[in-house]
C-alpha cells in the first residue's frame, strides 16, 4: 500500500458522504435556513450536517487523530427545533448506507465538537472546512466541502469536494446542461487528481496550466470584495499584462481550478489588518495545487504555517500560481502593495 493510501479512501468517503448531503440539502431548499454566528457568517444545517458526518468517520477510521473543524455545536444546543432538523437529515444518509455511525442527536453534536482542537506544529491532525463557501452554497454557486491531513504543520493529503463545478475542466463555471460534482484530491509527493462526484469514471491526473509569459493568465478570486482585494488584484492583473476577466467563484473551488488549468493565478490580499485567515480555508486547496505543478505562498512569499493553531497567524494574504510565473507575481505584487498588508 502507498503512504497515506487508507486516509485517502477514508477522506474520500468521508467528502464523497458529506457533498452528496449538502447537494440534498440544497435541493430540499432546507439550507435557506441559516442562522447567524458570531461573526455574521451564514451558517447552515448543511454546515452542521457535513461537519457530523466527516467527524464521524474520522472518528470510526482514525479515532486518535484530532480535528480542527469549522463548526461547533453551540448553536445547535440552544436551538432544539433546528437540532431535530439537522439530526433528520444526517439520520438519514445513516440509516442509508452507514448503519450505526451516529446513533442520536446527542452523538451528533458530540461528533460536531469533535472539530474544536487548537491545532499543533506537532503530530497528526485533520482541518475540515465542511462548507467553504456558504454564501456561494446559499446562492446555488460554488462551494466546497475540505478535508486535509495535515503532519508536523505541512499538509500532506487534502480532498476539496465541489459539487457545483463542471466535470469538464474546459467548461465555464456558468456553462448550461453540463455534468457538474468533481472530488479533487492530493497526496504530498503523489500528483493531483480529479473524479467525478457522481458516475465511477476512475481518477485523471491534472496539472496546473503551463504558461510562458502572465499575459496569458487568467485570474481566479473571490466573489466577496470583503474577503479579498478585488481593486488592488485588478491593478495587479492590468501590471501583469492581463486582459482576460478575472473569474470570480466562492470557496477553494478556486484552488480545484487552478489546479486543472480552468484559471491560473488565485490572488487573496487582504482587506482586513486583523483577520486571519483560517487553516481549513486552505489546507486541501494547497497541496492540491503544489502536486499540480504550483507554488503557493503569502503575500511576502512565505510558505503557509498550518502548525500555528487554528489560524494562519503568521501569514498574511496568499498567492497560488504556476511554478514558472509564481516569482513575477510576487514581484508585481511586491510592488503595487509596497509596505502595505491591507489592500482595497
Ligand atoms: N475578512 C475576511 N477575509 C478573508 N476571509 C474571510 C473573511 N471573513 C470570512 N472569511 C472566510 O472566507 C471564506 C470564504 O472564502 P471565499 O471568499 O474564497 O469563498 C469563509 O469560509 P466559509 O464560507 O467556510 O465560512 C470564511 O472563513
Ligand atoms: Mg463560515
Ligand atoms: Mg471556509
Ligand atoms: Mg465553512
Not at 454557486?141 to 475540505?146: F, M, N
Not at 477553494?252 to 489588518?273: C, E, F, H, M, T
Request: aromatic share 4%; with cysteine.
Amino acid at each position: 500500500m502507498s503512504y497515506l493510501a487508507t486516509e485517502k479512501q477514508t477522506a474520500l468517503s468521508a467528502v464523497t458522504l458529506a457533498s452528496k448531503l449538502t447537494e440534498k440539502i440544497f435541493r430540499s431548499l432546507a439550507g435557506a435556513s441559516t442562522v447567524s454566528k458570531d461573526d455574521k457568517s451564514p451558517v447552515t444545517i448543511a454546515d452542521f450536517g457535513a461537519q457530523a458526518l466527516v467527524n464521524a468517520v474520522l472518528a470510526r477510521d482514525f479515532p486518535e487523530d484530532p480535528v480542527v473543524g469549522e463548526e461547533d455545536s453551540a448553536v445547535l444546543q440552544g436551538n432544539t427545533e433546528l437540532k431535530a432538523k439537522v439530526w433528520d437529515l444526517v439520520r438519514g444518509v445513516v440509516e442509508e448506507g452507514l448503519p450505526g455511525l451516529i446513533k442520536d442527536e446527542e452523538e451528533m453534536c458530540a461528533m460536531i465538537d469533535r472539530g474544536s482542537y487548537a491545532g499543533s506544529d506537532k503530530g497528526r491532525m485533520w482541518a475540515l472546512d465542511p462548507i467553504d463557501g456558504t454564501k456561494g452554497f446559499l446562492r446555488g454557486g460554488q462551494y466546497a466541502v475540505c478535508l486535509a491531513l495535515i503532519k508536523d504543520g505541512e499538509v500532506e493529503l487534502g480532498v476539496i469536494g465541489c459539487p457545483n463545478l463542471p466535470v469538464d475542466k474546459t467548461a465555464g463555471i456558468e456553462a448550461e446542461g453540463v455534468e457538474r460534482g468533481i472530488i479533487t484530491h492530493a497526496i504530498k509527493g503523489q500528483g493531483s487528481f480529479q473524479r467525478s462526484l457522481h458516475s465511477d469514471s476512475g481518477d485523471a491526473q491534472v496539472t496546473m496550466r503551463t504558461i510562458s509569459s502572465t499575459a496569458e493568465a487568467t485570474f481566479c478570486e473571490s466573489v466577496e470584495s470583503g474577503h479579498s482585494a478585488h481593486t488592488t488584484q485588478h491593478s495587479i492583473a492590468t501590471a501583469l499584462g492581463i486582459t482576460a476577466p478575472s473569474v470570480r467563484m466562492d470557496s477553494q473551488s478556486k484552488y480545484a481550478s487552478i489546479a486543472r488549468g480552468s484559471g491560473d493565478i488565485y490572488l487573496r490580499l487582504p482587506v482586513s489588518a486583523t483577520y486571519e485567515e483560517k487553516i481549513w480555508d486552505h489546507a486541501s486547496g494547497v497541496v492540491i495545487v503544489e502536486e499540480a505543478g504550483g507554488k503557493v505562498t503569502d503575500m511576502f512569499g512565505k510558505r503557509l504555517d498550518f502548525g500555528m493553531g487554528r489560524t494562519l497567524r503568521a501569514n498574511k494574504g496568499v498567492i497560488a500560481a504556476p511554478v514558472g510565473v509564481h516569482g513575477r507575481v510576487m514581484e508585481v505584487v511586491r510592488g503595487v502593495m509596497g509596505d502595505n498588508i491591507v489592500a482595497k
